[in-house]
């Protein structure tokens, strides 16, 4: 097994994942290489690993990836090439030739047993997303173009209608004179029967009440507005409005009306309007439909915005609480909608059916309504029949899309269940990982019932989807930092003891050496020895001189209480113990309980010299550390007395510089 075999059954999981996984080495030496990325660029994993990246791809020499790249061997945050920024960092094409728009995140990982840092590098293919985000910002540009070429035309053609003479030339249109004082119609041409379906006798027949009846009960309030308006016009002052009309089928027909003041009587009171009236209710169409594509197109870009907050959140933020609230919040905002939540379930499966725990994770609410936070939900909120129409359409990976609540074939107390929440209408869409029904993301309607749009189903499946991605990479970060943990927590222990080993001890202490150094205050060592360990292991054998080492390492380990005193396996049978802030009286008084807690431990050795039961030589230094000084010189002195411990018949304590010994009678 070669040294790059480790690193691709240790990653082997990264040929799973849909994106491109590579990992690199502080050379740029090519470690792990997924399938995604032979699959992408037609370079298998054996023809890469191994190699020097930089030769395939030479612009991994560019100062843009080498500046970011440094920052992550040497164990620093995780950093994104952007898809913005860095097209591609493994140029690849896709079939239709197109290249692909890669988003990159580089993340640092340490190999077990190693103390180099390597950049994990996870490449998402973003191409389809880029194009479709180019594609509708075209086709917004398009339609605002055409809305401001239409409001050009429109004054264009308002600036040309000089509506100055008194009689123009206005065949398409209906054109009118009628008696002011009188209310009563004087002229009307044939244009009233062509468009309105009315003989002009009948026109000229109209009452003032008839006129009224025919127009639309919402319209009715404009016609004295626009009274009020003609009697206070100026002369040659065109008045405009729009009504409804009732035409002689009994359409309603959208008409606009242009009317001056014609002729006034010698009182200078006006006597006469002419006016002019055209059918614009297909323009009224054409304008309402437009509206409707331009809040379409509105809707759509706010969409795309929405989503690309939740992405953005998802590739920069590896905090799933953060990125479920920011989600939340957002599609609340955009769907207006009363309470938007995530619900983690946890589903137990029997011979009979599919029971479901969960929990209320996150939530957006309108404060005027109560808040759903926290709460634990359990199978007694769904029954069977709830079951068939709530869970089961998760499981399928369908939405459900209620109006009215009141009328949805929802059992009692599930009904009882979303009343207490004060919810008349609802949205749910599952979050699926894999196979797994991981949770669900519901919209809550409280104040009215509400017809669901199919666009805003679709984008809460979408955003469904982005979660789950979210959810998934969490979980992938959470399991990478318990390793990276495990892997810490195994480089600076030692296996058979659980103590810290001597790699551990050597850090440690050198970092209270300096500490203490500045602080000027006290750094206390002692070195214990089992005695005569190797005739124990040669009469018990060294199974049992395992089993040894590990009940004395746990009594060391007793004596050392402080949270800064560190226990270490020093060599094979040798121990340390380091005492930060701690004097030599205190040392000597720690290494007395320890030599109680050996003594306690009563395990036979019965051709030791020195006892019938395993004792500990130990040797106690104590200095106030000085920069004039090296660290090694108080473990020397703690050597000394260890070593004086044992020279003066073993089973006793020693401290550097006082002739006094403090015996155990064991």
């Known amino acids: 097994m070669t040294k790059h075999d480790k ?37 298998v994993s054996e023809q890469i690993v191994g190699t020097d990246i930089r030769d395939r791809f030479p612009h991994f020499n560019q100062a843009k990836y080498q500046q970011r790249l ?26 239709d030739g ?55 035309i429109e004054a264009a053609l308002r600036e040309s209608q000089h509506f100055v003479q008194k009689i123009t030339d206005a065949a398409p249109y209906i054109l009118y004179i009628y008696d002011w004082q009188k209310w009563q119609i004087l002229y009307i041409n044939q244009q009233i029967e062509i468009r309105l379906g009315y003989s002009v006798a009948e026109a000229q027949a109209l009452e003032d009440r008839d006129f009224l009846a025919l127009i639309h009960p919402e319209d009715v309030v ?65 304008l309402w439909e437009r509206k409707q594509a331009t809040e379409a197109i509105r809707r759509q870009i706010e969409q795309q915005r929405l989503m690309s907050v939740v992405v953005q959140h998802i590739r920069r933020s590896l905090d799933l609480q953060e990125v479920l609230t920011t989600a939340v919040t957002e599609i609340r905002t955009f769907l207006q909608a009363d309470r938007v939540a ?22 957006s609410v309108n404060p005027e309504w109560r808040s759903i936070l926290r709460t634990q939900l359990t199978c007694s909120h769904w029954d069977a029949c709830d079951f068939s129409y709530v869970l089961q359409r998760e499981i399928l990976r369908d939405a459900i899309a209620i109006a009215d609540l009141s009328t949805a074939p929802l059992s009692p107390s599930f009904k009882q269940l979303l009343a207490s929440w004060q919810v008349q209408a609802l949205m749910e869409v599952p979050i699926f990982q894999g196979d797994r029904l991981w949770g669900l993301l519901m919209v809550h309607q409280c104040g009215s019932k509400r017809e669901w749009q199919p666009l805003e189903i679709e984008l809460i499946r979408q955003l469904a989807d982005q979660l789950a991605i979210a959810i998934q990479q969490a979980e992938l970060y959470e399991r990478l930092q318990q390793a990276n943990q ?6 600076i222990s030692d296996s058979l003891t659980q103590l810290a080993n001597r790699r551990r001890f050597d850090q440690y202490f050198t970092e209270q050496w300096h500490r203490l150094t500045r602080e000027q205050q006290p750094l206390s060592l002692i070195l214990c020895d089992i005695d005569c360990f190797k005739i124990y292991n040669d009469t018990y054998g060294h199974v049992k001189g395992d089993w040894c080492l590990q009940q004395v390492a746990v009594a060391i380990a007793a004596g050392a209480k402080r949270p800064a005193d560190l226990v270490a396996r020093y060599g094979g049978e040798e121990f340390a113990i380091v005492l930060p802030n701690t004097s030599l009286a205190g040392a000597i008084q720690v290494a007395t309980e320890i030599q109680t807690h050996i003594q306690q431990l009563h395990i036979p050795h019965v051709k030791s010299p020195v006892s019938d039961y ?22 020397q002195q703690a050597d000394q007395a260890l070593y004086e411990a044992k020279d003066r018949g073993r089973d006793r304590i020693c401290s550097f510089g006082n002739r006094e010994t403090f015996p155990t009678l064991s």
């Open 486 to 491: 495990e892997l810490q927590r195994l480089a």
């Open 342 to 363: 995530i619900c983690a379930l946890n589903l137990l499966s029997d011979d009979r059916l599919v029971m479901s725990t969960g929990e209320v994770k996150v939530e």
């Open 98 to 152: 197109r290249w692909r728009v890669q988003q990159t995140t580089a993340t640092a990982i340490q190999m077990s047993n190693q103390s180099d840092f390597y950049a994990l590098l996870v490449i998402e293919d973003v191409t389809d997303l880029t194009y479709r985000m180019q594609m509708y910002r075209l086709m917004r540009d398009q339609a605002w173009e055409e809305i401001r070429e239409r409001k050009r």
């Open 7 to 43: 690193p691709q059954e240790f990653f082997k999981i990264f040929n799973q994942f849909p994106e491109g996984v590579c990992i690199l080495s502080p050379e740029y030496t090519v470690i792990f290489w997924n399938r995604s990325l032979e699959h992408w660029t037609g370079i």
């Open 614 to 635: 395993i004792t500990l030589s130990l040797g106690v230094a104590s200095i106030i550390p000085q920069q004039s000084l090296q660290a090694m010189s108080l473990i």
């Open 70 to 95: 440094q920052p992550i061997f040497a164990g620093g945050p995780p950093t994104i090439f952007s898809s913005q920024l860095h097209t591609s960092i493994i140029p690849c094409q896709l079939p």
């Open 222 to 286: 404009q016609v004295e507005q626009h009274r009020e308006r003609l009697a206070n016009a100026t002369e040659g002052e065109i008045l405009e409005w729009e009504f409804r009309f009732k035409n002689r089928s009994g359409d309603w027909r959208w008409l606009h009306c242009r009317e001056v003041i014609f002729q006034k009587n010698e009182g200078g009171k006006i006597q006469q309007i002419l006016g002019t009236i055209e059918d614009i209710s297909e323009r009224q169409a054409a």
